[in-house]
């Protein structure tokens, strides 16, 4: 079994995308996607991959956010970012995000996680 | 009549009076709590429509301290709570508004003490206005059947197992107290301790057929 993870970023940002794919590979696949080509792509999902928002590059965080839970109510979406605030955070989660994390070059911190991301969601399953 | 009756959790007693006076001129009946003993007792014995807890409920000049947090994510799950704090970071967001294993946050809001009370009064209503659902995430429907997936099904097993090891536990105890009070009814022909025994052999087999089902 393996986890499909979308991270909405900039198609030609190599750097921490590319990390974040290593550093998750053991639970999936990662696939980058434009904002533009967000919306398209996890309907091609069927609304079933794990949807990771790189704050650093997108413009309205809390716009898409918003968007794509109107799309898909039940995917879990996560918001990365380098430069964490509470306040921002906050705005995150109330807008339908199901975590915020720091953008983390650790790939051990990165991996474990989403583990605990994802083992909440799947205590919700049993 | 009041609008709700709200636990206000503060170890600062000239906060916890300022805006338990300014919620009351609201309308709200507000039932004050000065530390983590007396929120948990309040919160699991009164008739709470809403909490609002502080993080650091035992000493603020301790960044260990976060019994505001425990007390949201242990007791009373089902009652919405507002974490309020003086010391806010994304951290505590994190803890405070992302799902826990039952798919509730521990709170519902997250405020600044410096937002001041009409953003608390407005955190109020909003929280006693919307619906407390738990936000469920479909992770099963996105997991596809794939070689080297064993990480993602160990996740899935660790809660199962604990539930079943609680229940073998309690299996174990069950059928060590019932020999005891077996043993102890035979020799002094006490009817009450045959009963105990009774009882003690149903819980046994109670967990036995409830582990069983859990397989």
Request: one cysteine or more.
């Amino acid at each position: 079994m393996a986890i499909d993870f979308l991270l909405i970023s900039r198609p030609d940002n190599t750097g921490w995308p590319l990390f974040l794919s290593q550093a998750l590979a053991s639970l999936g696949t990662l696939e980058v996607v434009s904002e533009s080509d967000a919306a398209r792509r996890i309907a091609q999902y069927q609304c079933k991959a794990v949807v990771i928002i790189d704050a650093a590059v997108i413009e309205d965080v809390l716009a898409l956010i918003t968007r794509l839970r109107r799309q898909c109510p039940k995917t879990c979406i996560v918001v990365a970012t380098a430069s964490p605030t509470w306040q921002r955070a906050r705005d995150a989660f109330q807008a339908g995000a199901v975590d915020y994390i720091r953008r983390s070059w650790d790939s051990k911190e990165l991996l474990n996680t989403m583990k605990e991301i994802l083992n909440v969601s799947l205590s919700q399953e049993e | 009549m009041p609008k709700a009756t709200i636990l206000f959790a503060d170890n600062d007693p000239d906060f916890l009076k300022t805006r338990a006076e300014f919620l009351e001129q609201e309308g709200y009946l507000v039932i004050p709590a000065a530390n983590p003993t007396e929120a948990r007792r309040k919160l699991e014995t009164g008739r709470i429509d809403l909490a609002i807890l502080d993080i650091r409920l035992v000493n603020d000049k301790d960044d260990h301290d976060t019994s505001g947090l425990t007390l949201a994510k242990e007791v009373a799950r089902t009652v919405p709570k507002i974490i309020l704090t003086g010391f806010p970071s994304y951290k505590y967001v994190r803890e405070a508004l992302a799902p826990q294993v039952d798919g509730l946050p521990a709170a519902v809001d997250f405020l600044d003490k410096q937002e001041g009370p009409e953003a608390l009064l407005r955190a109020i209503q909003k929280a006693l206005s919307a619906p407390r659902v738990a936000q469920a995430v479909d992770i099963a429907a996105r997991i596809k059947p794939e070689e080297g997936g064993d990480e993602i099904q160990a996740l899935g097993d660790r809660a199962r197992t604990q539930r079943k090891l609680w229940l073998l536990m309690g299996a174990f105890a069950s059928l060590v107290l019932a020999a005891g009070t077996g043993i102890g009814a035979v020799i002094s022909g006490d009817p009450r301790l045959l009963l105990g025994t009774f009882l003690l052999a149903f819980l046994m087999v109670v967990c036995i057929i409830i582990w069983n089902f859990m397989e």
